[in-house]
C-alpha cells in the first residue's frame, strides 16, 4: 500500500541496525547468520523498532566484513541462503518489521566476476572501463595516477600485473586495495545497479542504505587532492572540495533510483550514507526526487554539549525541512566508536581511528553509559526517523582491549596498527550472561573476542531490571510510538545554560549536561535515563515529562 505523501513509515521510523555476523550465530561457526536474526525477530518486536536495517550479507570474501561484494544477487554462505532471506523478510513482515537492506554501489570485491574479467582484459577494454583503470605517471608509468589517499590509510591506487606478465595499469579503491571502485559514468554500470535493485525490491525489501552515497562520481581528470594540510579524514566529512566526495553527478543517479523505486507500491525508500561537512550539503541528498532519508552524521558528530547540540538540532530541523524531508537521528553504527563510550571520550578521535589499550583520553565506562543513555533520551524525542545499533539498547561500550592479532578491519593492516579500526563496535552481541559466548552462538565460538564484563550486560538479565539500559530504550521507544513524537516539532523552552529543554507534542524533555543537578520543571516524570534526585536532575540525566 502507498501512503499519502507525508505519511510515509520512514518519515518517523525507529530503525534498527543489524550488523549480521555479530548479531545471533544459529550454525555454530561464530559467525552471526540470517537464521539467527529470523530467530531473534520477537525480540525486536518487543524492544519496539519499526524497521530493520541488516548490513552486507552477499557473497563476499569478506575482507571489509561483507562491504567487498562478489555477487549482489545472492546470499553469502557464511549468512546462509536466499531461501533464508526470504523467511527471514517474510517473518519480519508477518511482524509488521520493515527491512532495509545494504546496497554497495561504489565499489565491488575484486573477486567479482566483472573485476575478475577486467583484470584479464586489455587496457582500454569495455571490461576494464566498468572500472576506474588508468596508466600510472613517471615514464614507466611506475607512478600512481593521482596522490589520492585510501579511507582505511595508503594510496588509494594499486598497480596490476598485465596479462603479458608486465606491471600494467593502476585501478582506483578508495577503500582497500580490494575493493575497486565502479566507473559510474558508464552506462553498463548504471544498468546493472537498476537490475540489482530490481532485484531486491521484486522479493520485497522496503528500501535500501546506500553505502558511500557521497563517492560515486569522481571529479573530470581526476585531478590530486590538494590536502588543506592534514591527511583525508575518514569518510571525507570535514573538508570542503574533495574531488571524490560530493560531486555533483551523483544526484542524478539518485534521481534515476527514486523514478525505480516509485514504480513499486509501498513506499520503498533510500537512505544515504554521505559524510559531509555539513547538514545543508546532506541535506541536497533528500531533495523530492533523490533519496528519502541521509543519516545524520553531523549529529553523530556533536559532542555532549548542550549548545553544539541546540545548533545542529536546529539546523538539521531547518535543512531537511526545507527540501522536504524528515530529519533522521543517529548516534551509533559499525563504522564509529560506540556512544556508550565516545561521549566520554576526553581526547581527539576522528571516526574510524578506533580506541584501542594505547588510545590517549579513554573514557570512564560509568561516565560512558550515563551519557549515552541521556543521550539516546534526548534522541528519541526528537521528530523525525532515528537509528539504533544492534546492541545500543544493552549499553554496550567500545571493546577497547582486542588483541592486535584478532583484530580484522582492514584499517588496522593498512596503517600498521597505527588506527586500531572499527572492530570493537563490532564485537558480538550477549544474550544469555551464562552461555557460551553470551547465547550468540550455541558452540562459544564468537569471531571477535567478547569481554568478561558482558555477562552482566546479557540481554537476558536485563530484561526484567526496571532500571536496565533495555528498559529505558522500550520504554522510550513505545512512549515516543504512543504520543506520536516522530511526526511531532520541537519547541524550545527556556533553560539553564548547559541545559536543554524542549516540548515535542505532549512530552517536555529537560536534559542536563552541565555539571551540576538542576531542580526539574512542573509534570510527571515520565522517564527518566538514570535515577533522580527528589526534584533535582543529577548532571548527565535526561527526563521526560508529561502533564497529562
Ligand atoms: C561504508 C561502510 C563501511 C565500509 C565502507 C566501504 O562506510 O559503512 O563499513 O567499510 O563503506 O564499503
Not at 577497547?400 to 588506527?419: K, N, V, Y
Not at 524550545?492 to 520543571?521: D, H, K
Amino acid at each position: 500500500m502507498t501512503t499519502l505523501p507525508g505519511a510515509e513509515w520512514w518519515r518517523t521510523a525507529v530503525i534498527y541496525q543489524i550488523y549480521p555476523r555479530s548479531f545471533a550465530d544459529l550454525t555454530g561457526d561464530g559467525i552471526g547468520d540470517l537464521p539467527g536474526i529470523t530467530a531473534h525477530l520477537d525480540d525486536l518486536v518487543d524492544l519496539g523498532v519499526d524497521a530493520i536495517w541488516l548490513s552486507p550479507f552477499y557473497r563476499s570474501p569478506q575482507k571489509d566484513a561483507g562491504y567487498d561484494v562478489a555477487d549482489y544477487c545472492d546470499v553469502d554462505p557464511l549468512f546462509g541462503s536466499l531461501r533464508d532471506f526470504d523467511d527471514m523478510l517474510a517473518e519480519a513482515h508477518r511482524r509488521g518489521i520493515r527491512v532495509i537492506v545494504d546496497l554497495v554501489p561504489n565499489h565491488s570485491s575484486d573477486q567479482h566476476e566483472w573485476f575478475q574479467q577486467a583484470l584479464a582484459a586489455a587496457p582500454g577494454s569495455p571490461e576494464r572501463a566498468r572500472y576506474m583503470f588508468r596508466d600510472g605517471k613517471g615514464a614507466g608509468g611506475e607512478l600512481p595516477p593521482n596522490n589520492w589517499d585510501s579511507v582505511f590509510g595508503g594510496p588509494a591506487w594499486t598497480r596490476i600485473v598485465e596479462a603479458d606478465g608486465e606491471p600494467g595499469q593502476w585501478y582506483l579503491h578508495l577503500f582497500d586495495t580490494s575493493q575497486p571502485d565502479f566507473d559510474w559514468t558508464n552506462p553498463e554500470v548504471q544498468g546493472e545497479f537498476r537490475r540489482i535493485l530490481r532485484f531486491w525490491l521484486d522479493r520485497g525489501v522496503d528500501g535500501f542504505r546506500v553505502d558511500v552515497a557521497h563517492g560515486l562520481v569522481k571529479a573530470e581528470g581526476l585531478p590530486d587532492y590538494a590536502h588543506p594540510g592534514h591527511e583525508v579524514d575518514a569518510m571525507g566529512g570535514q573538508h570542503g572540495e574533495v574531488p571524490f566526495w560530493g560531486q555533483e553527478g551523483v544526484h542524478e543517479i539518485y534521481r534515476d533510483w527514486h523514478r525505480l523505486l516509485a514504480e513499486y507500491a509501498g513506499d520503498r525508500a533510500l537512505c544515504a550514507e554521505a559524510w559531509l561537512p555539513t547538514v545543508a550539503q546532506t541535506a541536497l541528498w533528500v531533495r523530492p526526487d533523490e533519496m528519502h532519508q541521509a543519516f545524520n552524521f553531523n549529529y553523530l558528530e556533536t559532542g555532549w554539549d548542550a549548545a553544539q547540540l541546540r545548533a545542529v538540532i536546529d539546523e538539521s530541523l531547518a535543512a531537511y525541512a526545507a527540501v522536504g524531508a524528515p530529519s533522521t537521528w543517529v548516534l551509533s553504527n559499525h563504522d564509529v566508536v560506540r556512544h556508550a563510550s565516545r561521549l566520554a571520550l576526553t581526547a581527539e578521535n576522528p571516526q574510524g581511528h578506533g580506541i584501542g589499550p594505547d588510545s590517549p583520553g579513554k573514557p570512564i565506562p560509568e561516565v560512558g553509559l550515563r551519557r549515552a543513555r541521556a543521550a539516546t533520551t534526548l534522541m528519541l524525542a526528537l521528530p523525525g526517523s532515528a537509528y539504533l545499533y544492534q546492541g545500543e539498547e544493552l549499553g554496550l561500550p567500545e571493546v577497547i582491549d582486542i588483541p592486535g592479532e584478532a583484530r580484522q578491519d582492514p584499517t588496522w593492516f593498512r596503517t600498521d596498527g597505527e588506527r586500531y579500526g572499527r572492530d570493537g563496535c563490532r564485537v558480538p552481541i550477549p544474550w544469555t550472561a551464562d552461555a557460551p559466548a553470551y547465547g550468540f552462538s550455541a558452540t562459544g565460538e564468537s569471531w571477535l573476542p567478547q569481554p568478561a564484563e558482558w555477562a552482566a550486560l546479557a540481554r537476558d538479565a536485563q530484561t526484567a531490571d526496571p532500571a536496565s539500559t533495555l528498559s529505558l530504550y522500550r520504554m522510550l521507544l513505545s512512549a515516543r510510538r504512543g504520543r506520536g513524537l516522530g511526526a511531532g516539532a520541537v519547541e524550545w523552552l527556556e533553560s539553564a545554560p548547559g541545559v536543554l529543554a524542549l516540548r515535542n507534542a505532549t512530552v517536555t524533555v529537560f536534559a542536563n549536561l552541565g555539571e551540576v543537578p538542576i531542580r526539574r520543571p512542573e509534570g510527571v516524570v515520565l522517564i527518566a535515563s538514570g535515577p533522580l534526585d527528589g526534584d533535582f536532575v543529577p548532571v548527565d540525566t535526561t527526563i521526560w515529562l508529561v502533564n497529562d
